[in-house]
């Protein structure tokens, strides 16, 4: 059984800085794609980064060169270091892993994380 919890949330002014960490048990850490993905209000979720087992990253356009993703195998850490936060950065921010057993893909959920960014 795979549970995520984040934790690094918090309320920030704009241009501030906050890291996001999601720590995972269970197995597959080092084969699994992480992802952080956020949901602001009224709106659907979307992608924010992910990092693939092989090291391979994927950003939103909207958070290329302030937002940098990153894993701890050792630890099964996930991390989102957010750099020049802007209020349109207001979500809650969901870690998000998926691996590959069996043919099949899994995907598991953390609580989310409450990020807020003020003007």
């Known amino acids: 059984q795979v549970q995520l919890v984040e934790s690094g949330g918090g309320l920030v002014q704009a241009g501030g800085s906050l890291r996001l960490s999601c720590a995972a048990s269970g197995s597959f850490f080092s084969a699994s794609t992480m992802g952080w993905y956020r949901q602001a209000p009224g709106k659907q979720r979307e992608l924010v980064a992910t990092l693939t087992s092989g090291g391979s990253t994927n950003y939103a356009e909207s958070v290329k060169g302030r937002f940098t993703i990153s894993r701890d195998n050792a630890k099964k850490t996930v991390y989102l270091q957010m750099n020049s936060l802007k209020p349109e950065d207001t979500a809650v921010y969901y870690c998000?892993?998926?691996?590959?057993?069996?043919?099949?893909?899994?995907?598991?959920w953390g609580q989310g994380t409450q990020v807020t960014v003020s003007s």
């Open positions: 998000n892993q998926e691996f590959t057993i069996l043919a099949k893909k899994a995907g598991y």
